[in-house]
């Protein structure tokens, strides 16, 4: 019994801050483009020849 008086609050703790980092990860924009990624890798883009080269 006096392990649940130990292990509750750190569970709790743990999804807390498992909630804030999700919100955390919304309001900074990592799942703004969720099908972007998936189709840039099937297109064939010459991106080496559309850039300016740098300087």
Do not use: N, T
């Amino acid at each position: 019994m006096s392990g649940l008086l130990f292990l509750i609050p750190i569970a709790l703790f743990m999804g807390l801050l498992g909630l804030l980092a999700f919100v955390w990860a919304l309001k900074s924009g990592q799942f703004d483009d969720l099908d972007g990624a998936a189709q840039r890798i099937l297109l064939e883009e010459d991106e080496e020849e559309e850039r300016p080269a740098r300087e």
